[in-house]
Every structure is written in C-alpha cells, then in structure tokens.
Nanobody, 115 residues
Framework: QVQLVESGGGLVQTGGSLRLSCAAS????????MGWYRQAPGKQREWVAS???????AYADSVKGRFTISRDNAKNAGYLQMSSLRAEDTAVYYCTATTTDRRYWGQGTQVTVSS
C-alpha cells in the first residue's frame, strides 16, 4: 500500500505561481512513476504531468512550458511547480503513484486562479 498526501494548493492571481507537494508513505520502494492529475468543476479528471523513477518527464500540452514536475526519491516526495497560472488551471489537483499493480491517488488539493 502507498499513501499520498498533497499540500501547497491555494488561491493565486492570474500569472502567479504555486508549488504543490506530494508526500508518499507506505511501500514506497514499489513506486515507479509519479504524476499529477486535475479535475475542474463540471469536467472530467485530466492528466497533467508525470515523472519516472529515473526522472523522465512528460506534460500535457496545456501546461507544457509553464509547469515543472519533479521528485525527490530520498525524501519520498513529488512536486509540481506551476507558473504563469491561468483561470483555466483552477481545479483540484491529485498526486498519483504507480506501482506494478496499480495507481494510487492522494486526496487532492484545491488550486484557484483568480483574475
């Protein structure tokens, strides 16, 4: 089992920045990829970014060049640095950790971007 706890969400103005953190606990050595998803009101949950255990990253087109995903395997943590935030980035952001068996989800953290 893997437990994930996100933090760092909040209210920010358009053009601002936020850094989300994800703390992992449990059978952490089994984690391969870590990632972030988001769900805006009335919309389906969408993938935002992911990072492999070795540090290979991938991003959705909507956040490429503005968001940076990273992880610290020694601290069992993942991060999402978000810059140049837009109103359409408003959503609940979820951290994920993928093992060979399944994907685990955190409880989510709210990010609200106001104009």
């Amino acid at each position: 089992q893997v437990q994930l706890v996100e933090s760092g969400g909040g209210l920010v103005q358009t053009g601002g920045s936020l850094r989300l953190s994800c703390a992992a606990s449990g059978i952490i050595l089994s984690i391969n990829d870590m990632g972030w998803y988001r769900q805006a009101p009335g919309k389906q949950r969408e993938w935002v970014a992911s990072i492999s255990r070795g540090g290979v990253t991938a991003y959705a087109d909507s956040v490429k060049g503005r968001f940076t995903i990273s992880r610290d395997n020694a601290k069992n943590a993942g991060y999402l640095q978000m810059s140049s935030l837009r109103a359409e980035d408003t959503a609940v952001y979820y951290c994920t950790a993928t093992t060979t068996d399944r994907r685990y989800w955190g409880q989510g953290t709210q990010v609200t971007v106001s104009s």
